[in-house]
């Protein structure tokens, strides 16, 4: 009887043929004998993450093989962000992903990272708390140069435009309503005073004198984007019966997906999301949460971001670096579940996410498995699931568990 599940993500894992590659994928090309054993005792096929010709983001891909349907719960990147960086967000809250930048006294952006810098707490607690017009804004800092940003009160919309232009040089563009409701107007109106007044307070901070004595670029302010509306939602332990779950992830974005579904979040020394990332320390968590979860989500990102760089060869080898590791999944008893799988595509030839369908495989004691012998696009392509969609996923994770509820008598 299968008890528990492991959901294991490597992020735009699917891709296309390169032709250096004697035209296969760089998941194809990779010598992969862990995952490729795997595959051989598992049911497999592919995935359209949010249906076909739909070219998914990570957080809305995410939320889909979650069972959560987007038009219901995505309302923007903002909620995710700030769940991720530990605020408790309440329905109606509008959320925002923030980075702490440079601008000079007309406010035209210098830097969008304020020299990369590393750390924000102390300019994330000097904005945290400030009230305008009875709204609260809660600040908490993210990875690097990051935040999250919720604002909390009544007669709050999420339908306002970016200060953040995206680009140095551009000066920072005074927020807007995006619809003429009241809401929408008065959250635009607050916006703009919070950020005179929070450039105001982090221009004249002590660090930031600090910083101009060393060089440094000054980090005197937080451009807003991703404005969400905290939707109501379930738990996903809820919604989908399970007694505990868990996330295991380096990036914000990924711990913020489990933190918005109500996961627990384990953190590993060494998993910051980049390819020097603690491989080997998330599959070992991995194994010891399920002693006391019943579902983990584990996620590795490097994957995406060498695509992301166009770098195929990357791509590869960094497949071949997590193969090394998959055998730590032996030590999972009879009682478990894993799927392996990906979001979405990220194709190395367009540097971007793409709409290809994604490799999936359920390994379980007893599937009906295909006995495809290698972990890959063409080769899943053939199996028994045929093509699903991200929505499909949840479901069939419940039938194997033979959790499924009876349709008719
Ligand atoms: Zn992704």
Redesign the pocket.
């Given at each position: 009887m299968i008890k528990k599940a492991l959901v294991f993500i490597m992020?735009?894992l699917g891709d296309r043929p390169i032709q250096e590659f004697y035209n296969k994928t760089p998941l194809e090309y990779a010598n992969t004998p862990n995952f490729d054993k795997l595959c051989k005792e598992s049911q497999c096929g592919l995935m359209y993450t949010l249906g076909r010709g739909k070219r998914p983001g990570?957080d809305t891909?995410h939320l889909s093989i979650f069972g959560y349907p987007i038009d219901e719960y995505y309302t923007g990147r903002g909620p995710i962000e700030a769940a991720g960086v530990g605020i408790k967000l309440e329905e109606g809250d509008v959320a925002f992903r923030g980075n702490f930048g440079t601008v000079d006294d007309e406010w035209k952006v210098i830097d969008r990272r304020a020299g990369r810098i590393k750390d924000v707490t102390i300019f994330a607690n000097a904005l945290d708390g400030i009230e305008i017009d009875g709204i609260k804004f809660i600040v908490k800092p993210g990875s690097a140069y990051r935040a999250g940003v919720v604002m909390r009160g009544k007669g709050l919309s999420s339908n306002v435009s970016n200060a953040d232009s995206h680009n140095a040089g551009d000066s920072v563009r005074e927020v807007v309503a995006l619809d003429d409701t009241k809401e929408a107007n008065f959250t635009a109106q607050v916006l703009n005073k919070f950020m005179k007044k929070s450039y105001d307070i982090l221009n004249n901070l002590d660090e930031n004198k600090n910083r101009e004595a060393n060089g440094e670029l000054k980090d005197n302010f937080l451009l807003l984007r991703g404005a969400g509306v905290y939707p109501k939602l379930p738990k996903f332990t809820e919604k989908w019966g399970f007694e505990k779950a868990c996330c295991i992830a380096g990036g914000g974005l990924y711990k913020g997906v489990g933190a918005f579904l109500g996961m627990d979040l384990i953190n590993v020394p060494g998993a910051n999301a980049q390819v020097d990332t603690n491989i080997e320390g998330k599959f070992n968590a991995a194994v010891e949460a399920l002693k006391k979860y019943d579902f983990v989500f584990l996620h590795i990102k490097p994957t995406?971001s060498l695509a992301e760089d166009g770098n195929a060869q990357g791509k590869k080898e960094f497949i071949e670096k997590i193969d090394k590791y998959v055998s730590i999944l032996n030590k999972l008893d009879d009682e478990t579940l894993i799927v392996v799988t990906a979001?979405?595509s990220t194709a190395c030839e367009l540097k971007a996410h793409s709409a290809d369908a994604v490799p999936i495989l359920f390994h379980a004691k007893g599937i009906r498995n295909d006995n495809i012998t290698e972990f890959g696009e063409r080769s899943c392509s053939k199996g028994s699931l045929g093509i699903i969609e991200g929505k499909d996923v949840m479901p069939n994770i419940l039938n194997i568990m033979g959790k499924l509820p009876l349709i008719g008598a």
């Open positions: 992020d735009g990570s891909a995406d979001d979405h």
